[in-house]
């Protein structure tokens, strides 16, 4: 498996506090990537980074902010967590756009 | 954005029957990649097509690309216990990020 860490790998928190969710690698892969992964919908993009402090939203980043400050860290920040946002997120990286995309092993959010 | 359409949903089969896996799109992909994602756990690639007509084989697993790189298929033959998850396509469209289908959930009823 790919060097990748999640953390926490499961939280549970109030409607309304924030949450950060880390993930840590050890590839110096260039992309790195938030999903979330809900029954029925997949794998949706939240916000993906191709370089230090470089970030781009994805199909659902409503809610979710993003930030990286070194090649191997990438944090993704819900500002006031909802009842919606519970739901598993993944980390990913890959070398290039279009490439191999390695997972890391998910964190598990509940929102209540 | 560009979007791949992965059927069917679900797939339940009795072990030892074949299983099949489809993902569609539009226009012209520059390559695919197939991904397995076991109950709990996270997707982990399988494999890459590139070729026009590709036909790559993995044991048991056959996967085709499209003459016209429109269309590729995961085929199993004979499933296993083993095969369970959740299957999932990701299409790239040139130098962009892969887009994800949406997954085929393989169950198999011993």
């Not at chain 1, 990748?4 to 924030?18: F, L, M, N």
């Not at chain 2, 896996?21 to 991904?35: A, G, V």
């Not at chain 2, 590139?50 to 590729?72: M, P």
């Not at chain 2, 085929?75 to 999932?88: E, L, R, W």
Request: charged share 20%; hydrophobic share 30%.
């Amino acid at each position: 498996d790919a060097g990748i860490t999640q953390s926490p790998r499961h939280k549970v928190t109030e409607t309304g506090t924030p949450v950060t969710l880390r993930c840590h690698q050890t590839e110096n892969h260039r992309y790195m990537y938030w999903y979330r992964q809900d029954p029925g919908h997949g794998l949706r993009l939240i916000h993906y980074s191709y370089g230090v402090k470089d970030t781009d939203k994805g199909e659902v980043s409503d809610g979710y902010s993003v930030s990286r400050s070194k090649t191997e860290d990438f944090l993704l920040t819900l500002e006031s967590a909802t009842s919606s946002q519970t739901s598993v997120y993944f980390c990913a990286i890959s070398e290039a756009a279009g490439n191999t995309i390695y997972f890391g092993e998910g964190s598990w959010l509940t929102v209540v | 954005g560009q979007q791949v359409m992965q059927i069917p949903q679900y797939q339940h089969v009795q072990e030892g029957e074949d299983f099949t896996t489809y993902c569609n799109s539009s226009t012209t992909l520059s390559n695919i990649q197939w991904y397995k994602q076991r109950p709990g756990g996270h997707p982990v690639f399988l494999i890459q097509l590139v070729k026009s007509g590709e036909v790559k084989k993995q044991k048991r697993l056959t996967f085709q690309f499209g003459e016209a790189k429109k269309n590729s298929s995961l085929h199993i033959t004979a499933t296993q216990t083993t095969d369970v998850g959740t299957y999932f396509c990701a299409a790239s469209f040139g130098n962009e990020k892969l887009t994800f289908g949406t997954g085929t959930r393989l169950t198999i009823i011993p």
